[in-house]
């Protein structure tokens, strides 16, 4: 398994402890965390323990990146289990095709790895992540309602998937 990935703009790599605090500051962001599988991190603790799920996963299974650009921590993309793909990508970053770029490195990678597919699961009201997985070639496999309960909101999900 690669430890890092390069693009024309960014490192994706490995998450390690000092990336706390960056990520806290994207995962504490309601925005930024709006269509996310939980609500935003109300204490580094929180983010603290997220991460050491990310570190600790099994490579077997598990195939995560942090996206760094300029040595800056901006997000993460990646698998934290495969075939499931996830990003989050820092708000003050959105719109500059940093989370395209990642993505189609992160594709490269797991074609060359043999994958023969990848997936994911997006709210059908995420509309920037619905466009981006429709550029890489993903498409969509199913919906159903009521699947994440985030706060106190029920979201529904809209399936992808690629086959590599």
């Not at 077997?60 to 650009?69: A, E, R």
Request: proline share 3%; glycine share 8%; net charge negative.
């Amino acid at each position: 398994m690669s430890e890092e990935i390069r693009t024309d703009r960014l490192l994706l790599r490995r998450a390690c402890a000092n990336d706390i605090e960056a990520m806290h500051r994207i995962m504490s962001d309601a925005q930024a965390m709006r269509y996310w599988s939980t609500p935003p991190h109300v204490s580094i603790d929180e983010t603290a323990r997220w991460m050491a799920s990310m570190v600790d996963a099994d490579p077997s299974s598990s195939d995560d990146f942090i996206v760094t650009l300029n040595g800056d921590l901006i997000g993460k993309l990646g698998a934290w289990k495969l075939p499931e793909i996830g990003f989050l990508i820092d708000r003050q970053q959105w719109g500059r095709g940093y989370a395209s770029e990642a993505l189609a490195a992160f594709i490269n990678q797991r074609r060359r790895l043999g994958s023969t597919e990848l997936t994911a699961d997006v709210d059908p009201r995420n509309e920037g992540s619905l466009r981006l997985l429709a550029r890489h070639g993903f498409v969509e496999s199913g919906r159903a309602t009521g699947t994440w309960q985030i706060g106190d909101e029920l979201c529904d999900s809209v399936y992808f998937r690629l086959l590599l």
